[in-house]
Structures are given as C-alpha cells and as structure tokens.
DNA sequence: AATTAGGCATTTTTT
DNA sequence: ATGCCTAATT
C-alpha cells in the first residue's frame, strides 16, 4: 500500500489533491498527470481525511478508464478500492434507474437501445407517420432527437419550440419514437441521463439520499460532458458542493455527440467560489512534440491560452512523410515500424497508428499482415452488432420483455418461420390502430375464445398457424427465464432453429457459430447471477461496452486506432495518417464552412500529437481513393501550422531526387517479410498445385472485438504470361499478365469464349492451370 | 416466400 | 467500392 503518494506530486498537483473542500475545476493539460490526480485526490480523501470509500463517486467517459482507475486505486488503498464508485454516466445513471426507475416510468428489467435499435425504431416510427426515408434521413432524425434529449429537452417541450418544417417532422417522428420505447420498457443511451435527471428533478427525497450517499463527487473529461450529464452532477452535488470536476478544453472532441464546452463556462457561474487549478507541467512527451501541438493549437481562436512546458528532452523531430497513395502510406508506416522494432528500443506495444476515420484502417491491417506485424484494432465492425449476435440478443429481450416490438420484429420470421412482410405488416397495422403491442397482437390474433373477426384481419390459416407456433416458442422459453445464463441462451439458439439456420449457411455459418460461442463465453461471468438478473445485467453490459474497453495494452501488437478512442492513451511512437484537407480537417466540418467545426478538427489533431512520447510521423497520401477512383489530396492544413524547424522530411532532406513515382516503384517492389524466416522458401518458385488454392485473408475488419491477429502466410502463387488457364464460368483462356494487387494477385486472362479480356483475382477466381 | 439483380446513395468521430 | 433498399424472378 503506497501511503507516500503526496511526495509524488509537483506543487499543482498536490494543490488539487489537498483541496478537497467544495468545488474545484482542474484545467489539465495533455500528459499533466490528470489521473494520477485523481486517485490521489481520492487516496487523499480516504487516508487522510478519513472520508468513507462509500461516500466517493468518480465518473468517467468509458468503462477501460473507470477500471484503470479502480486497477490504480486498488494498488494504493487495498480492499478500500472497492467501495468507491467509479463507473461511466451512462453505467452510472443505468444503476439509478434499475433502483428507482419506477419512479420515471421504468420497469427495473428495462433494456437499453443502442445505436441500431434506435434507428430501427426511427424507421418504424417513419412508416408508422407515412413519411418518406429519402427525404428525412432516419440518421438525421435521430441524431436531433439525441441532440434536444442530450439537454433535457422532451418530445412535448421539443414540439412546443417554434421550428421550422423540418423540426416539424422530427417532432413527429420524436413522439411515436418514446412512445415506441415506453412501450418496449427500453431505454436509450439518453434516456439514461435525462431519466436521471427527472427522477432526481421531481423526488427529492430520492436525490438526497444520493446526495448523502456521494458527498465527494468527481467528473473526469469534463469537457465532454453534456447538459443533461452535467445537469445530473450538479442535482448530487447541489448540497454538499463537493464536485471536482477535470478537462481540458483543448481536448474537447465530442461536440458531435453534444458535448458542451460550454459547461465549463456554466462551472464558473454555478459554482463561483470554486477554486481553479491548472496543471500545466507535461510528463508525457518530448519538448519538439509538445511545442509542435502547442503551436498548433494556437490556431485556435476559441480558447484560452496555457503554458504548456516538459522537463523533457527536446528528443527528436516530427517525422513528415509524404507517400504516393494510400496502400504507399501503409507500406512507408509498416517499414518504419520495422526499423524501429529492429532498433530494440521499442516493442510492439508501444506503437499505435492514428486515424480520422475507421475506413482508414483496412489498408494497415493489410499491411499489418503483409509485414506480419501483430496488430489490435479497435472499432470497426463491432462485435455486437454482428447480425447473428443481434438476434440472439433480441430473442433474449423479447423474452424479458415480450412487448419490445423492436426486438420481436426482428426475430419474428429468424430463421425463416412463414412469417413474411405481410403478415408482419398486418400485425403492425392491427397493434398501430389498437394501441397494442404486435406481442399482444399476436396473443389475440391466436387466441380461440377471443373474438378477433371485429378486428377485420386479413391473415392466412398458414399464417395463423405460424404464428401460433412462434407463440409457443416464445412462452417456452420464457419459462426459462430464471435458469441459468447459458443454459438460456444455448436453448434460445437450439429451439429457435437458429443452430440448424446456422449449419445450413455453407458460407458464414461456421464463423457465426464460433461468434455466439464467443458471445456465451462472454456471458459466463454472469451466469452465477440469481434468476434473471444474470440476464438483465448481461443485457446491460452488451449495450454499454465500448470498443476502448477491449484494448489490451499488455498485448505485444501495435494498437490501430481513431484519433477519438485515443484520447486519453499514450504511445513512445505514435503514426498519424492521413494528414490531409479532406480527411484531417475532414470534409464536412470544411464544407459547413463553421470555423468552430474546423477549431474541433484542429484539436482532434492536437489530441492525436500529443498521445506521443517520444516519436511523431506524421504521414500523408498525393492521392487517395474516393468513390472509386483515385482523387488528389492536399496536404493538412494542419501541417503548415507546426513550426517547420520542428519538422524533418526525410524525402526532402535526404533524398529530393527521387519522385514519388519510383519511389512509389520501389517500395512495392521492397521485401515486406524479410524477418520472417520461412518466407524465403516459400516465395522462391510458382510451387502451386492446381488444388492448391491461394487464400485470401479473410476480410480483415469482421473478427472479433478487438482483432489481434497474425498475418497469414503471404500468397505464393504466380501465373505468368502465356499459361493455359481454365475457369469455371468463362472457359479456356491464356494468361496475359499478372501482377500484384495488394496482397492478391491480378490476373489478366484472354478468354477463348465470348468473355474476352478479364481482370480476374487469383484468390477469388477459380483459375485451374492446363 | 426467398433469393437475386440492379439502382441508389454514401462515408466521422461513439457512451 | 460498398452497402442498403426495391423490384423482379422463381
């Protein structure tokens, strides 16, 4: 246990650790020690003021950092560690409401919509109204739905503003949407926060027993908190004033996801006997680094200046490397990442390649592979939202909850059960007019006492039928809600038909096996739960995981990852690619033409250089595929805006004679393997037998969570000009040329048969030599 | 009812 | 290039 942490402190620090009493705002610079800060702060409070764990709440912005800060709390204060509370707002705010949500109108078994649940629901909502997807985006919808919710905002007092026509429409679509939801007892990711809020709002003797319950309250990543986040902070702080609150408004990036900056403006007026600390000291990186973020961040014009300084060395220069195209840019990261692997400083681990957007990935997970550089990525095409998981998972609420009509319309006719659109549509229709939902629909529809003729249904016998049968599944199962966890689900995938559907898929039915295999396992840690609340609390964790969560910073692999979800990381090297208009200030915040838009790219650009400790590449692309083609890209204006003596180009530098073309040549024709020992022999002859097919890696983005994968053996196959080839669709044909295509070979084949000329890839194409 | 083909829009970041 | 939705086909 580790009693001596103040003397770890420089004096800025130690100020907002010591000061415990009322309301504090820490302004914490990038690599100021901020976290450090905060477990001491609590340590502090425990061990020196005597202040019971339980009376201490930390909130955090993902689950990763709420558990590395129970990790650290855990090394300082033993078993103490635990009695603190340290979650998200979202996890936060879900325990509140499964205790007192009656109170809002929340059944204590209601299930959280995520992302694609919401915008199914936008969707039904759409048709329900009669109002046409191509001229409201369902995406757009939401997105100002989430947007009035994020501050308090409701569909009555929405409704109420004046609005144009379009607001009109939203106002519309926003009522049968939290209708839809209460129906379904569900709850989405703002609901969360502003059911809090009214619950706290009208029961006052609730929020005071919260109030009593968190004396000391502590926000981190302040700065990207919402109204109705900060609105929830300040109803439990409201007596004890006790709220510290930690940001950098530099870091600010979630504007998007309604983040307000201004609540740090609102902090000072609420709260104006609070004390103001910066901490400015940077511990994290090399003086050229912190001087280059510095400056650019001077760009900026909404913001108040900081006096950012390190007792670090000045270290090296900022790496600009410019490529050719994208695939050039992956290949020039790649090999320098070799070279610094080899250079024995560095491991894996500390590597991390930074983008704007996940499409930017793809390329380096190839060249990942290519190089046989393990790699994490983290996003992408999310583990949850895997269709085979999403409907297991949607069979599970409807069996908490059979009224989700959400979660019944998806599975109704999952595997194939006879149920199609319209039957689907007839159950809708009858639930709309009856006010019920399409379980209770069905029920009554099935029913034989009931009299369903005044209804004037339209259903087939057979679909009767088949709907009955659905009906027996779903009270079958239900019958087994309380049993154990896994036992549930294997049920839930056995009965459905969903395991035989899954063995008849030749294709992807295997790897979607394997996928609810994983998902099971991932259930384990909750089986032990009495009765259903194994299930209600799996539920919970399945809509509340961030990608951030999953990475693994022990793992030796180098981590590929957004600008955004790194925030808050560090890495000894740090790669930003992309450093171009178009994608670092992207498209769209250039195109609105806000300059506070742009102001948001620059500091996302800041956060990403400052990640680093002690080297910055920072890379870009001449040009880059678009829609299709290939489309020049015109180097970030955010390079320009870094002081160029703090910059070193080594094609500039060293070799200017060169032109990105041979360049270009030359490195696709480098040897990607060369510390791979068995790579010689393999690429040496066209040692391929007809039967021996050349398999593509598998796409790299649909894995796992967080893929961490080797690269699979590189293709060693080649046809050259002249072969005789067979191909099952077009024929006889001879090779015309043949030549690398990322990973795969191109084939260029001339067809006897009336196909002619094709581009054919050799791992996709079936080619048989003659 | 289910599968397939073709047309259309589309690309930011996520608790 | 990809994905999503509608229309056409069996």
């Not at 078993?79 to 929340?106: I, K, P």
């Not at 001449?622 to 390079?639: I, V």
């Not at 040496?684 to 007809?690: D, G, P």
């Not at 050259?720 to 006889?732: I, N, Q, R």
């Amino acid at each position: 246990m580790d009693t001596n942490f103040l003397d770890e402190l420089n004096i800025a620090q130690k100020k907002a650790v010591e000061n415990t009493d009322g309301p504090v705002l820490i302004v914490a610079g990038p690599g100021s020690g901020k976290t450090r800060v905060i477990t001491s702060r609590i340590a502090y409070l425990i061990q020196r003021q005597g202040v019971n764990p339980y009376n201490i709440a930390a909130v955090t912005f993902t689950n990763k950092a709420a558990s590395e800060m129970k990790d650290r709390l855990s090394s300082m204060l033993g078993s103490d560690a635990a009695r603190v509370t340290a979650s998200t707002f979202h996890s936060f705010c879900s325990m509140v409401l499964r205790r007192e949500g009656a109170a809002v109108g929340l059944d204590r078994d209601f299930v959280i919509f995520d992302d694609d649940d919401q915008i199914d629901t936008i969707k039904k909502a759409m048709k329900d109204l009669d109002i046409d997807p191509k001229s409201f985006a369902p995406r757009n919808i939401l997105s100002r739905i989430s947007n009035s919710k994020s501050q308090l905002i409701d569909y009555e007092q929405f409704v109420k503003q004046k609005g144009n026509y379009y607001d009109e429409v939203v106002g519309r679509v926003f009522e049968n949407y939290e209708n839809t939801l209460s129906q379904s007892n569900a709850a989405d990711f703002d609901d969360l926060l502003m059911k809090t809020h009214d619950l706290f709002l009208n029961n006052p003797s609730v929020l005071e027993n919260y109030q009593n319950r968190f004396i000391y309250l502590m926000v981190d990543e302040f700065q990207d908190t919402n109204i109705a986040q900060y609105g929830i902070a300040k109803q439990i702080a409201g007596t004890h004033r006790n709220l510290c609150v930690v940001g950098d408004p530099d870091q600010s990036i979630y504007s998007w996801r309604n983040a307000d900056i201004r609540n740090i403006l609102s902090f000072r007026d609420d709260f104006p006997e609070a004390d103001l600390i910066p901490l400015e000291e940077n511990y994290r990186s090399t003086q050229t680094i912190l001087e280059g973020a510095r400056e650019l961040i001077s760009a900026n014009k909404e913001r108040v200046e900081k006096n950012l300084w390190t007792r670090n060395d000045k270290g090296n220069l900022i790496t600009v490397v410019e490529g050719y195209n994208e695939d050039e840019e992956a290949h020039l990261v790649l090999k320098e990442i070799v070279r610094i692997l080899d250079s024995g400083k560095h491991s894996q681990k500390d590597i991390a390649v930074m983008y704007r957007v996940n499409a930017q990935s793809r390329t380096f997970e190839m060249a990942c592979q290519k190089y046989r550089i393990p790699y994490q990525i983290v996003g992408g095409i999310k583990f949850y939202q895997r269709k085979e998981i999403k409907d297991i998972t949607a069979y599970l609420r409807t069996l908490l909850n059979p009224n989700d009509s959400i979660s019944l319309a998806r599975i109704i006719n999952m595997p194939t059960r006879g149920l199609g659109q319209r039957t689907i549509n007839e159950i809708t229709r009858i639930a709309r007019v009856n006010n019920l939902s399409m379980f209770e629909v069905i029920e009554k529809l099935t029913d034989p006492d009931s009299e369903t003729e005044t209804l004037g249904i339209q259903l087939s016998k057979r679909a009767l039928n088949s709907l009955e049968q659905f009906r027996d599944l779903i009270t079958s199962l239900r019958s087994k809600i309380d049993n154990d966890l896994i036992n549930l689900i294997d049920s839930v995938v056995q009965q459905t038909g969903y395991h035989k559907y899954l063995q008849n898929d030749q294709e992807q039915g295997e790897e979607r096996l394997e996928n609810i295999q994983e998902y099971m396992n991932s259930a384990r840690e909750y089986a032990h739960m009495e009765n259903r609340e194994g299930l209600t609390t799996f539920l919970e964790s399945v809509a509340l995981v961030s990608d951030i969560d999953d990475l693994d910073d022990s793992e030796e692999s180098i981590t590929l990852i957004t600008l955004h979800q790194a925030k808050g990381l560090e890495f000894p090297a740090v790669f930003m690619v992309g450093m171009e208009e178009g994608i670092l200030p992207h498209r769209r915040a250039i195109e609105t033409g806000d300059p506070s838009e742009l102001e948001e790219e620059r500091r996302l650009c800041y956060v990403g250089m400052t990640r680093a400790q002690s080297l910055l590449y920072m890379m870009r692309a001449f040009r880059r595929g678009f829609r299709g083609g290939l489309e020049p890209s015109a180097p970030s204006r955010f390079l320009s805006e870094i002081p160029r003596n703090l910059i070193h180009m080594p094609g500039l530098d060293n070799q200017s004679t060169e032109n990105s073309t041979t360049r270009n040549q030359k490195s696709s024709q480098a040897n990607p393997g060369k510390n791979i020992k068995r790579s010689k022999t393999m690429r040496t002859q066209n040692t391929v037998t007809s039967n021996n097919r050349i398999v593509k890696p598998k796409s790299p983005t649909r894995r796992k969570r967080v893929v961490n994968k080797i690269a699979p053996p590189i293709p060693t196959s080649s046809y050259s000009a002249g072969e005789k080839v067979s191909h099952g669709t077009f024929g006889e044909g001879i090779v015309m040329n043949c030549e690398a295509s990322g990973d795969d070979l191109q084939v260029t084949v001339a067809f006897k048969s009336d196909a002619g000329v094709k581009k054919l890839l050799a791992s996709l194409a079936k080619l048989t030599k003659l």
